[in-house]
């Protein structure tokens, strides 16, 4: 038989029907409230590429060097091609079709979910590296269980296994088809605290489809009950602002707008609560292990959609706590102990000593696990950062460097807080709240040790196939291995600046006193770090772009020149070509790294004005022995100028183009980024900014020139959807929002698929 009901599978059936189908089947023969539904089964998927004699082309298609990017698209291409082409064998294609006809009354929607046998497996969970499909109906399902099956061969599933060592041969893919429930509103519920084990559920809730709640795309009300009592302890209302909805005319997922008169009213009534509570402890019960469970409400039922073990308990951790801690996480609940306030630009909780750094000479004293309290953190901070717990600032916003760099080292930031350094003592215990930006007196209890670069990995699901290519901020080497594994495509953007500026002394001084190789070496090894670990994803790196204040506070600053308003003076492409000396050694540590193998690397020059710029700069290019037209190369766009003359910039030769949007915003707008007092009116979707941009795009795609985006605005959603309705090459977003922007770029293009077709 080519399907099998939920109602007839079981946990032990995963051959069968793989991870997801065997523990749907498993919940629904528990008695829990799972939506009806079948599974096409593994065996069926087998059956179907070795009677068409299709598996022995289709599995030497795969056998590719998969650290060769160029060569994983050929092969995940040929595969898709392959099945997608060769037709379903018709008594295949009834027994589903017959099958879905009885599911509801049937005409209804279903959602197509992959079910590898090769999922969740303890020492390779192969997570999200298939596809899923909502809203179906019959006229697509065939093609979308085809979709399923050719998503096995996905590029990021080719390599997963290779690294693995899992025989591509020797794994098969079951597809779920079951009855989509129209969300009313939905989440996910954890039966236990999933960083402490402490006895608790917590409810995330939203309205509308999971999906926004699943990818981060809203921020859901809160619950933390009672295991002990049933009672709500703490139900945070957050504001949400968007929800995921089927559209009723066309049938497709899509994003809608939250009624004013919902978006700060609770989401769950006390009788969902309990219900989830309730169901909550049948599921742990069950499978006697804490579960993560995604839920849905539809006419005032309860459904279970997927419940898989939590993984990030430790061991032995039985989440209890003694009694002075819980008395100072109910203190700190209140809000009685908050310090200072400001902008919760990191997130994550920490507590330390606060260090207040002043001078540059007090970076020595920050120790491992300090809270570092400045005006303003620069980047010859970073070292001191990295030992650092928290970082908390007087000044800056979003866009400031504590806020970049803390982020993309998974440290709690709070930044523009106005007088930290004045309200806070040397050396007082302190907590941070980087997700709620307060500043509070004392030490909470000692949390699971925080893993950055576990942090950032996608969770659910894993690197949507998009056209538009997801890269990823980087500011320093260091945040290397946690940006890569964001599962983004590349680098769109690694400044050299906080190499150099680590080193404590302007470039001049610093080859004055080591020379010329040795400071070629540092930028060798700082940028090789970061090309190692994305390798052979394309690694954008910016040459150095910094302004004179940042230089004045090293060794040899006092020959820097004095500037009213650095941000508009010697930086960029200018001092660079002003002082080539420095700049011919940044390319030559290029030349060296390309000649080391490192041909994913590109080079950019930051705030170019005019084509005269980048000729000079091509040129330079040259006689350190880099060949622009064999090596890609491209420019900032970062003055409205450079927008306005971007024809005359493609004409010299660039490659690409790439928005930093903070610095056009604020040359377009003549706001200071980093100004608490004007930071109301710093806006990246500014009307005047978005046309500079779509124009730059638009006059690039009839020239052949790529473009890019990696200011901060690029993690923004609608910043994401009039990118890529306008054509936009590739999107860099920060770090922590790598997922997000997946997630965004993968529904904007399905729009525009499907306006095309109407």
Excluded at 68 to 90: F, V
Excluded at 560 to 567: A, G, I, Q, S, T
Aim: one cysteine or more.
């Amino acid at each position: 038989m080519a399907v099998v009901w939920l109602d007839d599978v079981r946990a032990d059936d995963l051959d069968l029907v793989g991870g997801k189908g065997a523990s749907l089947g498993e919940l629904t023969g528990a008695g829990l409230p799972v939506p009806p539904g079948f599974v096409v089964t593994a065996s069926t998927y087998r059956a179907f590429i070795e009677d068409a004699g299709i598996d022995d082309e289709l599995f030497a298609a795969v056998e590719v060097d998969h650290e060769d990017s160029a060569a994983l698209q050929a092969a995940h291409e040929a595969a898709h091609d392959l099945i997608m082409e060769t037709p379903m064998p018709d008594d295949v294609r009834e027994e589903i079709l017959d099958a879905y006809r009885s599911v509801g009354e049937g005409d209804a929607f279903v959602a197509v979910r992959s079910s590898a046998t090769a999922e969740d497996l303890p020492d390779a969970s192969f997570a999200g590296q298939q596809e899923t499909f909502l809203n179906i109906t019959e006229e697509d399902l065939l093609d979308r269980v085809k979709e399923c099956w050719a998503s096995l061969f996905s590029e990021r599933a080719i390599y997963y296994r290779n690294r693995k060592g899992f025989p591509h041969d020797k794994v098969d893919i079951a597809v779920v088809v079951q009855q989509m429930v129209d969300a009313e509103k939905s989440g996910v519920m954890f039966t236990r605290h999933p960083s402490t084990g402490k006895k608790e559920i917590i409810i995330e809730a939203a309205w509308g489809l999971g999906e926004a709640v699943v990818s981060g795309t809203v921020s859901p009300d809160n619950y933390v009950i009672s295991r002990e009592t049933g009672e709500v302890e703490t139900a945070t209302i957050a504001d949400k602002k968007t929800m995921c909805v089927r559209d009723e005319e066309t049938g497709e997922t899509v994003m809608r707008d939250v009624p004013n008169d919902h978006r700060h009213e609770r989401v769950l009534t006390d009788d969902e609560v309990s219900r989830l509570l309730e169901l909550g402890e049948l599921v742990e019960d069950h499978y006697e292990t804490p579960q993560d469970v995604e839920w849905a409400v539809y006419d005032g039922e309860v459904y279970m959609l997927q419940s898989r073990p939590i993984t990030t308990i430790a061991e032995g951790d039985d989440g209890e706590e003694d009694e002075s801690d819980s008395g100072r996480s109910r203190a700190a609940a209140t809000g009685d102990d908050v310090l200072i306030r400001g902008l919760g630009a990191s997130p994550g909780i920490a507590s330390g000593r606060a260090r207040i750094v002043t001078k540059l000479d007090h970076l020595d004293q920050v120790a491992e696990g300090d809270i570092i309290v400045t005006e303003m953190t620069m980047p010859d901070m970073v070292p001191a950062m990295k030992r650092a717990a928290g970082i908390v600032t007087d000044e800056g916003g979003m866009t400031s460097h504590a806020a970049i760099v803390s982020r993309e080292l998974g440290v709690p930031a709070v930044v523009g807080t106005g007088d930290g350094t004045k309200t806070l003592e040397d050396g007082e215990v302190v907590t941070i709240d980087g997700d709620k930006g307060t500043v509070r007196e004392g030490e909470e209890p000692e949390e699971k040790q925080r893993q950055p670069v576990e942090e950032a990995r996608p969770k659910t699901p894993v690197k949507p196939m998009t056209a538009t290519e997801v890269k990823v901020n980087v500011s320093i080497p260091e945040a290397a291995e946690r940006a890569a594994a964001t599962g983004a495509d590349g680098v769109g953007l690694l400044r050299i600046e906080h190499m150099v500026l680590t080193l404590g002394k302007t470039p001049e001084r610093f080859i004055e006193q080591n020379g010329e190789r040795a400071y070629v070496d540092e930028i060798v090894s700082g940028v090789r770090e970061a090309a190692e670990e994305f390798y052979p994803r394309p690694v954008r790196v910016r040459t150095l772009d910094a302004p004179t204040d940042e230089f004045r506070q090293l060794e040899g600053g006092e020959n820097e020149p004095r500037e009213h308003n650095p941000m508009l003076g010697y930086r960029g492409i200018r001092r660079g070509l002003d002082n080539p000396s420095v700049f011919r050694l940044e390319l030559q540590a290029f030349r060296r790294l390309f000649d080391m193998g490192y041909d994913n690397l590109e080079v950019m020059f930051p705030l170019v004005n005019d084509a005269e710029d980048v000729l000079r700069a091509k040129e330079h290019m040259r006689e350190a022995g880099i060949d622009p037209e064999k090596r890609e190369w491209g420019v900032m766009i970062e003055t409205p100028a450079a927008a306005l003359c971007i024809e005359e910039l493609a004409d010299a030769g660039i490659d690409f183009a790439s928005f930093g949007t903070n610095d056009l915003t604020q040359y377009t707008l003549a706001v200071d980024r980093n100004n608490e007092h004007v930071a109301d009116i710093y806006d990246e979707l500014h009307p005047a900014v978005l046309k500079l941009i779509g124009d730059t795009i638009e006059t690039c795609r009839e020239v052949g020139v790529k473009t890019s985006i990696c200011g901060q605005a690029g993690s923004k959603p609608k910043m994401v959807q009039f990118l890529v309705d306008k054509g936009v090459s590739s999107i860099s977003a920060n770090i922590d929002a790598v997922r997000d922007v997946q997630h965004e770029v993968k529904r904007v293009e399905q729009r525009l698929l499907l306006d095309s077709v109407r």
